[in-house]
T-cell receptor, first 109, second 111 residues
Framework: GNSVTQMEGPVTLSEEAFLTINCTYTATGYPSLFWYVQYPGEGLQLLLKATKADDKGSNKGFEATYRKETTSFHLEKGSVQVSDSAVYFCALVNNDMRFGAGTRLTVKP | SQTIHQWPATLVQPVGSPLSLECTVEGTSNPNLYWYRQAAGRGLQLLFYSVGIGQISSEVPQNLSASRPQDRQFILSSKKLLLSDSGFYLC??????????FGSGTRLTVV
């Protein structure tokens, strides 16, 4: 079946540090991959997406590349800000949508 | 443009009481609709999805149920809430299985 495995948090970084949140998936066929972000007290917002192998999704300084050979979609940002503090969810769409467990990121000034 | 409305935003209910959460979508027709739950310390769990009026698929057996009385209305219900039903409930829609749009969520606390 379809599933997503995401690195466990929480992750605490200092402002301007480099961020990587790992995400790997299991799926048949060719799923689309997504990163969603949930800021405190809010619902989920789409952060970025990639629909085929080698696609790179990017938004707000975040990037993730769809790697079919390693079944991965790791989220990266070169310099995090305090405002990036949130919970990040990796997700897969392949007939339905499956989410990772979420990774809580806290960025300290 | 398409919008999704979910209410209430927060809810505190006693154990054994009924539940009704409503979600409506505007600006689209025949959307696929979903209910997810996010329990404390856990990720998102798909509870129900619907591809049309009266068509409900359940992912996880539990004391919750869902109904879709109209094309753009999706309701999550329970006859008797349990403490374990506490969590953050999210409604979502998609026109195809290609990325979802989420409502703002309902934080349910069962006491």
């Amino acid at each position: 079946g379809n599933s997503v495995t995401q690195m466990e948090g929480p992750v605490t970084l200092s402002e301007e540090a480099f961020l990587t949140i790992n995400c790997t998936y299991t799926a048949t066929g060719y799923p689309s991959l997504f990163w969603y972000v949930q800021y405190p007290g809010e619902g989920l917002q789409l952060l970025l997406k990639a629909t085929k192998a080698d696609d790179k999704g990017s938004n707000k300084g975040f990037e993730a590349t769809y790697r079919k050979e390693t079944t991965s979609f790791h989220l990266e940002k070169g310099s995090v800000q305090v405002s990036d503090s949130a919970v990040y969810f990796c997700a897969l769409v392949n007939n339905d949508m499956r989410f990772g467990a979420g990774t809580r990121l806290t960025v300290k000034p | 443009s398409q919008t999704i409305h979910q209410w209430p935003a927060t809810l505190v209910q006693p154990v054994g009481s009924p539940l009704s959460l409503e979600c409506t979508v505007e600006g689209t027709s025949n959307p696929n609709l979903y209910w997810y739950r996010q329990a404390a310390g856990r990720g998102l769990q798909l509870l129900f999805y619907s591809v049309g009026i009266g068509q409900i698929s359940s992912e996880v057996p539990q004391n919750l149920s869902a109904s879709r009385p109209q094309d753009r209305q999706f309701i999550l219900s329970s006859k008797k809430l349990l403490l374990s039903d506490s969590g953050f409930y999210l409604c979502a829609w998609s026109e195809r299985f290609y990325g979802y749009t989420f409502g703002s969520g309902t934080r349910l606390t069962v006491v």
